[in-house]
């Protein structure tokens, strides 16, 4: 019998594994995340049984990093990134050079010379991007203040990561030895050469990219083949990442998230998402495998106090200074928790800068298993520091709230007798205008605030989030309403909210919309009154009019 290839024996046990285990952790109700990193420990060197090749798991890592900033750079324009550089830019840098030097004064309790502290300090001072955009997207924030001023903080990281990978083997034989006086010029020479790189990859996206990539995605969407669409989406998130790296020194996330962000102003950015959306999910989560197969469970042993410190300097260093820093730019302080909260884990960028650390002899080996032990600390950590950040922010909230109510609260709540149309979209815009005509008091959800800037201008009461969310419901006095309109195309978030609609009104009509048979029955299930099958009504009405046109 020939052998199976190492990938595939890779993809079969990491990912099955993972599924196991991310199944097990839903079950008992923690982050899957935790699932997926035991995992990849399950299937590293450190432990016995079967082990996977870890360079070509770190290799199909890279593959759902570029695919998840490319999906981030799909709702993001250069508007939002711009929005928020008063931030971002002064924030951003100085938490990485807060956050690096309470890594360096812990690493020099450590007893190391301050050169090999501080290059400790700047790996922990970049949060993981993969971390922060999972949260966002799971919770659909990418969109909302907080998100963006994560996005573009994160992008900052980045180019600074960028800038210290090139200048680090430049700077090396003099943090080594602290001997030889630096060339000031050869510094300033590799510096300028990197930002002239990242600028000409900027300009060569604008001019260029802008255009062409645009094009691409139309031409193909116009043949028809959803095969080709999906290809060329990928052959473009992935391409431009890669030229980004090879050609411009830019990281391949970053160059991932610009071909995304080019693409968000293009009608087809949505279904570019879409279609990229399964690929990203999976090779995502062969990302927290590697993670998970880098670590050496022994440093838990060896060394667990410095492994506590460099943990403490990640999730409550860098989450007070950040938080501080976003309150200073005069940032909300509930935005700014949820922020701060996001950036208190670390990851690829930190892995891939002790490395070269390490391989230019500036710090010990053990400085790459603290590194890992508290990337995975933090990660397994993170969602417990997000969720109590939002317990706290929520109730600080309440009382805010009773006191002075937000407008959208309290133009829902004097609602009565009023019909609730969730997703404004192909089918919601007919739905509302009818409504419109027929003169019902009108409120509708969705989750893409632009959409709804249309109808605000026509004074039709809006909320915008996601409908399938725990609080936005509540807010729309469903007691009080009369119908609820489910316009949305997502069966399983639908069913949600026809779930939640039926608690908060048992006599209220609802009406679904559905593309499948099993859907149907799956929303009359979750308390739907009505739910309307579009293939069904397209068949009919395609019937009827063939039959008419037989008649005539
Ligand atoms: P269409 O498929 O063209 O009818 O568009 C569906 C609309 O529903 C879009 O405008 C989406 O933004 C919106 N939408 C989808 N899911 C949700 C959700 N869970 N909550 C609120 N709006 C949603």
């Given at each position: 019998m020939p052998h199976a290839s190492p990938l595939l024996i890779l993809l079969v046990a990491g990912l099955g594994l993972a599924f196991v285990l991310g199944t097990v952790a839903n079950r008992l109700r923690i982050s899957p995340i935790v699932g997926y990193l035991l995992a990849g420990v399950a299937v590293g060197?450190?432990?016995?049984g079967y082990v996977a090749d870890q360079h070509l798991t770190l290799e199909l890592a890279d593959i759902g990093v570029i695919l998840l900033m490319f999906g981030v750079g799909l709702h993001f324009s250069l508007g939002d990134l711009l929005a928020v550089r008063r931030i971002v830019l002064p924030g951003a840098i100085l938490q990485v050079i807060v956050s690096t030097a309470l890594g360096a004064l812990v690493a020099s309790l450590f007893g190391w010379p301050l050169p090999s502290a501080t290059v400790f300090g700047a790996a922990l001072s970049i949060a993981s991007t993969v971390v922060v955009t999972r949260a966002l997207q799971e919770r659909r924030l990418v969109d909302s203040e907080r998100g963006r001023v994560a996005v573009g903080w994160l992008v900052v990281q980045d180019l600074v990561t960028v800038i210290v990978l090139v200048l680090l083997p430049t700077l090396a034989p003099e943090l080594r030895?602290?001997?030889?006086?630096?060339d000031p010029a050869a510094l300033a020479g590799t510096l300028a050469l990197t930002l002239a790189k990242l600028a000409a990859f900027f300009l060569v996206m604008w001019l260029v990219g802008r255009r062409v990539i645009p094009w691409i995605l139309h031409y193909v969407a116009h043949t028809g083949s959803r095969e080709l669409f999906r290809l060329a989406v990928l052959s473009v998130a992935l391409g431009v990442a890669y030229a980004a790296a090879a050609l411009?020194?830019?990281?391949i996330a970053l160059g991932a998230f610009f071909a995304g962000m080019i693409l968000s102003?293009?009608?087809l950015s949505r279904r570019a998402a879409e279609e990229s959306l399964p690929l990203r999910d999976a090779f995502a989560v062969l990302f927290f495998v590697s993670v998970g197969m880098l670590f050496n469970p022994h440093v838990i042993l060896s060394a667990p106090l410095r492994l506590l410190g460099t943990a403490m300097v990640v999730v409550v260093g860098t989450g007070i200074t950040a938080f501080a820093i976003l309150r200073i730019l005069r940032v909300r302080t509930e935005t700014a928790a949820s922020v701060a909260a996001g950036l208190t884990q670390i990851g690829e960028f930190s892995f891939v800068l002790v490395n070269l650390e390490i391989g230019l002899a500036l710090?010990?080996?053990?400085a790459r298993d603290l590194i890992l032990g508290a990337s995975i600390l933090s990660i397994l950590i993170n969602p417990i520091v997000i969720a109590s950040v939002q317990r706290v922010v929520r109730r600080r909230e309440e009382p805010e709230r009773a006191a002075t109510p937000p407008p959208e609260i309290l133009r829902a709540v004097t609602l009565t007798g009023h019909a609730v149309v969730v997703g404004y979209g192909r089918v919601g815009r007919l739905v509302v205008d009818g409504l419109k005509r027929a003169g019902v008091p009108l409120l509708v959800i969705d989750e893409s605030a632009e959409s709804l800037e249309q109808l605000q201008a026509q004074a039709i009461e809006t909320l915008a989030g996601?409908?399938?969310?725990?609080?936005?419901?509540?807010?729309?006095n469903l007691a009080a309403a009369r119908v609820l309109f489910v316009?949305?195309?997502?069966a399983f978030e639908a069913g949600q909210i026809v779930q939640q609609g039926r608690q908060a009104n048992p006599a209220l009509d609802i009406v679904a919309r559905a593309h499948f048979d099993a859907e149907v029955e799956h929303l009359t299930k979750m308390g739907a009154s009505t739910v309307i099958m579009g293939e069904r009504e397209i068949a009919q009405a395609m019937l009827a009019h063939a039959l008419r046109a037989q008649q005539g």
């Open positions: 060197p450190f432990t016995p030895s602290g001997g030889p006086a630096l411009f020194g830019v990281s102003e293009s009608p710090l010990p080996v053990q996601n409908a399938a969310g725990e609080d936005l419901l509540r807010t729309a316009a949305i195309p997502e």
